[in-house]
Every structure is written in C-alpha cells, then in structure tokens.
C-alpha cells in the first residue's frame, strides 16, 4: 500500500474486464473497447475525475517485456491497471466458477450449475491477485468500488488487510432467492466476502431482499432497513438501478454518419413496406431467447394476416463459446430459425433476419433507431440495458418495448408491455398489441420512459452509488468516536483508581455471557463468579447485577456474590446477599394469564421458539429459530401485542431475540433508583448491551462511565465489542485493587 497520506483519495473501480480489451493481431497489440454492459457502464464514468480502473485486460502477455508495455500502454491510454491472469486460470475462475457456477446459480438454472472444488479454489485465487493489485495502488483515503459476481471475495479480503478502507460493491447480476442460494456449497464464504463491503447495491429491490434474507439465513445476522451489523461495522444493502449513458446516446445519434446510416435503412424498409422488430442479446440461455422464437413462431400461425410484413432482425452477440451450455444453446436457436424461416419464409420474405455476430455501436444505434418493437424477452436479467437504450434512441417517441417481466428493467419501465416468457402466447400477443398500437399510444409510454431515463443515467447512479459509500462510511466514523479505545479505557482505569465511592452496574446476558441458545444454558462459569466476588468485596465498590431475568435464576447463580440485585428489569431488588428481595411497584400478574395463549401460539409456529414466564413479565425467545421466520414473526407479534395492549398498563419490548412483556413503570432505570440515590459516588460504570439497558444509561450523570456492549445506536457514552472485552476491563479493574 502507497503511503501517500495527502492523496484527496482517488476511486479505485474493480472489475472483472477492463473497459478496454487487449489482442494480438500480426504481431501487434491492439487496444479495443470491451463488450457487455458493464464496460458500457465503465466507460460513461471513466470522465468522474480520479477514477483508476483494475482489471483483466482479456490477454496473457508473452513474456515480462511484452507485459511491462501492456501495463505502460494501459495505464497512459485509459488509466487501467491491469490484472494478469493465465490462460489455466481463465479456464477455472471464469469459464468455470464464475460462469459454470455463479452466473446459472444467480439466473436461477440451478440445473446448470457444475459444483468443482478446484474451480473454486481458482476464484479464490484470482480474488487474492486482483487484492493483491489494489493493495498495491490504494492509497489511505480511496473509495473502493468492486462490481459483480466475478469478485464477491475481494470486498472482505480488503477489509482484512485495510480494515478503515471505504468499499462499495455492485453486484449487476440477480441475487436468487435464499432457496436457490442456499444450494452453494461455498454459500458462506462468498456471504462474508459481501460484508467486507460497506455498501453493497443491487439493481432492484427484490434482489436486496433476496440477499439479506441469505444473510439473516445463512449468518444469522438481522438488518434494520437494510442495515447490517457486522462486528463494529454497519453494512448498508441498497438498491441502485443502473442506467445508461443517455446523453451519449443522444449525441452520438446527431452525429451525420449514424443519421447516414439511418436513412439508409428506412429506404430499405420504407421500400419492402415491412415493420421491424429487433432484438440483441449475447446468445446466452438466461436471455430466453428460444423462448422468444417459440413466441415468433406462434404470432406466425395465428396471424397470417402479418406474413411477409415484418423482419424480425435478431442480434445475437457470441459470447462464453467454451462453457457446453452455450453452444447447445447455439444448436438450439440455429436449428429454432431454421425451422421458422422454413415454415414460413416465402420468396422475397424470411420472417427472421439472424445474425450471429458482434456488431459496432455505431451500426447499432441505427437499428434501435429504425425497430417499430424491441422484444427484449430474458428469463432473468440483472438489468438489461439493451431495453435502455433502445427507448432513449426513440427522440420520436415512436416505438414499442416488449419486456419480459423478470428482467431487472421491468421494474423502472412499467409503460412497456411487460411478458412472461415461459408463455408464449403471452408473447404473441404483446407482439400483435405492439404490431397494431396507435403512435400516439406509443409516444405516450415512450415519453414517460425517456424522462426517467435521461433524470437517471449512468452517470447519476455512478455518482449516488460512490457518494453513499462514502456517507456510509462517514456514518461508521462518527460512531467509531464513541468506542472505548485505550485513551478512553486509561482515563476510565485512572478515575477508577481515585475514587473511594464507586457504584458498578452490569447488566448479566450479552454483558458479562455470551448469548446461549437457552436462556437457562447461559450461567455464570467459575472465572465470571470469581471475577464478580473480587470487584464485589472490595468495600469501596458497590456493586449491582442489573438483569431481565427472574429473580429465582438470579439468585441461583449469583446470590453468593457480594452485590446487588436487580431481577426481571426492575420488578425486583435485593440490596446485597443478607436481605430479600423487595418488590419495587405492587402489581398483580393476571394480565399473563390472557396473554399466554397468545405466546403459546407463537411457540406452536415457529419452531425452536419458547415462551417464559416470569413473575412479572412473560416473554418468547427465538434465538433457536429460524432466523428469517423468527424475523418475521417477531416483528409480527410486537406490532399485534402493541395494538392488544394499547391503553393498558403494560408494555411490549423487542430485546435481543425476544419479545417481552412487562408491567409499565418497571424499567432497569427505576430498578437501581435507591442506589443511585443512595449517596454521592465519585465513580459510576454502567455496562449493557440491549435495549431494556437504555432506561438505566439515560438516568445517569453526565460524568458516569456508560458503555454499550455492542455496536449500534444508544444512549451511552461508550461502546465495547464483545462480552470478552467487558471481563477484560473489569478484570483491569480487579488489578488495580489488589
Ligand atoms: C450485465 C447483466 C445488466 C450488445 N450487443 C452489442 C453491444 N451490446 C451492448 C449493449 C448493452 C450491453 O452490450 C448489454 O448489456 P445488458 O445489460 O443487456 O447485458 P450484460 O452484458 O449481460 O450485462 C445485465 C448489466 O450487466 C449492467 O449492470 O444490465 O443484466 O447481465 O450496452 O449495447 N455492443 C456492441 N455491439 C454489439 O453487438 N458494441
């Protein structure tokens, strides 16, 4: 890593493909645009000021002068760093994990997917390179922004080595469902990769549901609109649909050979009298493209009326010929055109024009242009930009979008007429409603469709998508400020150590244990016990264990100790080992009773869930559930507990994986009252980590050390990572007495 601390911190963008391809031809090397969307995208926000490019440049150099020139050209030409990778490597990370495994698993042909160890152990691999590369170039204030499937390990492997670095991933493909995901046997490892990110985007909103699910599935770990907590780290899920270049778009069609070329083609067409529809895709079986044909071919036998009447010019892009599904998938559409044009092609007229060939941009846009209908028919399709760029071509509002309704597209183009694929008469019928609409029918969806376009364009999501990432970070920042770090923690021992008048409380579960599948499985081990009874005798401390349980557990497990009691949040208090439990407030328990069955319910419906009563509270845990049910119905019994118990005395808390119920008026803040008010203490810690603590922070005088045991918003002046560190400094504490 560069040590250039000045730097006002350059975007760094990873992807698979450089923008730019590199060949050979003739002995020499050749520096062309790469295809795909993606460098589409690359492209458009090359002109973002202090953006560098990472990636494979498509070429495995011949020998180290041969790459040393390569890396000269790159980085002089498009300020493109490449990232080498042999053709053995090729083979297994790309056309193998990457494309045998994650891109039909993603698009959901779970059937295609090919599971190989050492395809793997290859992604695994080319991440580590491509890490290796940006580690090299990064300097401490750059943005990291990380695209797609080929490099879901990199945003953690970052993290690792760079643990303050900023990074965005965009992920331009579909996340599946957690059913289809689950199925990965490296499901998790590629889950962790994600959350190195801070941001991670997706094109829609289905697809980030998706992704959290997974990871509250698979990792247990919940969000908070689209809020994950990952160690001391907020990691935000977002949806950002890409756009286009629209602008470029528009100027390039002003320009006089592209409105040559377009002349040409209408005389062609205004002579033949025939409509056009059009279709582009890479010859890849996500795009549905027998599908579509299927549809072609029924429009045919239903309405002869068209016959010899349109040319529908079929762009297929040739694209990942090693992997097998794809050249059975050539086979299949060569063999589906045959079949067509030899049923219904005439002399002067073949229904499909197809082309098996890569075609210029400039030749392209004349085609947007001239087509009355674009069918745009993938099975699954992160995006689509081809749909894109056909509506922003149309500066007449004329023309007609068939869109499948599973490309991410749909969801931002609603005024096309949306399709199933898998029906193909629902595709014939879109293709006679687009054949038959008025123009002013046309302009009407093709006016409000250009409008979004044009607002949102590549550029704008380029610059959302970077400028969150940096919020996002400056949010863990500012939170960053309230962590107890050594300063704070020497200043927190040194008050300790002066004071004669000390008061101590420690909330009991995720403070002093970690979390237990049971509540009753979580009790006290031998070092905890000692480590209480040491801070507990020393007569200049007061000590009190401030905890939602019951007070028979309680005293159970720490009724020995020299301390206080607080038990079921503040219902009960017991001043120290010698006396008994008081009750803090007179309250009958009867209202449990009506709400039991209610629990109970829950228990029956989600499975490793329990209910437990308490004197005064009753409540359901679902830490043993499944984590996405018990999301669900968690946030499903609040709400209805909230509305069945409004206007009553009593009050519903959603806690660590659990919902309780309690008699208001009893909070951790009431509980320690007569300790609080007991006398003037020179010293007072507090230590909790859930959300019944907050009552018990917020009474406290400015000057009381309070600390969260976890990362997340909260009243407390401090925050800790992990029970491991509250016995650590309070076994700092114990020194310091002895
Ligand atoms: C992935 C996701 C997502 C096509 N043929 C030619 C050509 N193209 C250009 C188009 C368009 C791009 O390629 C295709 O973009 P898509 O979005 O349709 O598809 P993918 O390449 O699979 O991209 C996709 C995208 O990433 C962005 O996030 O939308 O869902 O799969 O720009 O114009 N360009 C040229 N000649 C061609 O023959 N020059």
Redesign the pocket.
């Known amino acids: 890593m560069k040590g250039n601390k000045k730097s006002k911190g350059k975007i760094i963008i990873v992807s698979n493909r450089l923008p730019v391809t590199i060949s050979k031809r003739k002995d020499e090397l050749k520096i062309q645009q790469s295809?795909?969307?993606?460098a589409?995208?690359l492209r458009a926000i090359q002109e973002e000021e202090k953006a560098i490019f990472v990636g494979w440049p498509g070429y495995w150099p011949a020998n180290d002068k041969e790459k040393r020139s390569i890396e000269n050209e790159l980085i002089n030409y498009c300020k493109s760093y490449p990232v080498f990778i042999s053709p053995a490597e090729i083979g297994k990370y790309y056309y193998g994990f990457a494309n045998r495994t994650l891109w039909p698993l993603f698009h959901y042909f779970s059937t295609y997917c090919a599971y190989e160890e050492s395809e793997w152990i290859a992604y695994k691999k080319v991440n580590q390179r491509f890490f290796q590369k940006v580690f090299d170039l990064a300097d401490p204030q750059d943005t990291f922004w990380i695209h797609d499937y080929h490099l879901m390990l990199l945003p953690a492997l970052i993290r690792k080595s760079l643990p303050q670095s900023s990074i965005g991933f965009f992920l331009?493909?579909p996340f599946p469902s957690s059913e289809i995901f689950r199925v990965l046997p490296w499901r998790q490892e590629i889950l962790e990769g994600f959350l190195g990110a801070d941001l991670i985007g997706f094109?829609t909103y289905e697809y980030a549901q998706h992704f959290l699910n997974s990871v509250l599935l698979l990792l247990g770990y919940e969000h908070e609109f689209g809020a994950i907590q990952v160690d001391n780290r907020i990691v935000k899920v977002e949806n950002f649909p890409?756009g286009i270049d629209s602008l470029g778009l528009k100027s390039l069609l002003e320009e006089s050979s592209i409105q040559k070329e377009i002349k040409k083609l209408e005389e062609k067409i205004w002579t033949e009298k025939r409509k056009i529809i059009l279709s582009?895709d890479?010859l890849d079986y996500t795009k549905g493209i027998p599908q579509r044909l299927k549809g072609i071919e029924l429009f045919l036998e239903k309405k002869p009326e068209w016959h010899g009447r349109f040319t529908y010019v079929m762009?297929c892009?040739p694209s990942r010929t090693k992997v097998k599904h794809y050249s059975l998938l050539k086979e299949e559409v060569d063999s589906l055109v045959g079949r067509i044009n030899g049923r219904f092609g005439m002399p002067g007229w073949i229904p499909v024009h197809y082309m098996y060939r890569?075609?210029?941009?400039n030749k392209?846009l004349p085609l947007y242009t001239i087509a009355d209908v674009a069918l745009v028919t993938p099975l699954r399709?992160?995006?689509?930009?081809?749909a894109k760029?056909y509506v922003a071509s149309k500066k007449d509002n004329r023309g007609v979008l068939v869109l499948s309704e599973t490309a991410?597209a749909a969801s931002e183009l609603g005024e096309a007429l949306l399709v199933n694929v898998n029906n193909k008469e629902d595709i014939a019928s879109a293709l006679t409603q687009a054949l038959d609409m008025s123009e002013e029918e046309q302009a009407r969806g093709m006016k409000l469709m250009r409008k979004r376009l044009f607002e949102y364009d590549v550029l704008h999501w380029a610059r959302s998508f970077v400028q969150r990432t940096k919020d996002v970070k400056k949010i863990q920042s500012q939170r960053e400020h309230r962590k107890l770090n050594v300063k704070w923690e020497k200043k927190l021992i040194s008050d300790f150590k002066k004071s004669k008048n000390r008061l101590l409380f420690l909330d009991y579960d995720g403070t002093l244990v970690s979390f237990a599948m049971k509540p009753e499985q979580a009790k006290p081990d031998v070092g905890l016990k000692r480590l209480l009874f040491s801070l507990g005798k020393d007569p200049h401390n007061t000590l009190v264990i401030v905890s939602g349980r019951d007070r028979t557990t309680i005293e159970h497990w720490l009724g020995k100790v020299p301390c206080g009691l607080v038990a079921e949040h503040g219902a009960w208090i017991k001043r120290d080992p010698r006396h008994d439990w008081e009750k803090q407030k007179s309250i009958s328990g009867d209202w449990k009773e009506q709400l039991k069955p209610i629990l109970k319910t829950y228990e029956f419906r989600v499975p490793g869930s329990l209910m437990e009563e308490k004197e005064y509270g009753i409540a359901w845990h679902y830490r043993k559930a499944n984590p996405e049910l018990g999301q669900l119905r968690s946030s499903e019994l609040f709400d209805y507990l909230n509305e069945f118990l409004a206007n009553t005395d009593l009050q519903v808390m959603h806690g660590n994986k659990v919902i309780e119920v309690r008699v208001s008026g009893i909070n951790k803040g009431d509980g320690v009252m007569p300790w609080l008010s007991e006398k003037k203490w020179d010293f007072i810690l507090a230590l909790g980590d859930d959300w019944t603590d907050e009552d018990l922070f917020k009474i406290l005088p400015a000057k009381a050390y309070s600390i969260k045991v976890s990362y997340g918003p909260s009243q407390a002046r401090f925050y800790l990572e992990s029970s491991q560190l509250t016995r650590s400094l309070l076994h700092k504490l114990v020194r310091i007495q002895k």
């Open positions: 295809p795909g969307g993606l589409t995208c331009h493909i094109h890409m582009v890479r762009l892009v890569s075609l210029p941009f392209l399709d992160g995006m689509n930009l081809v760029e991410g």
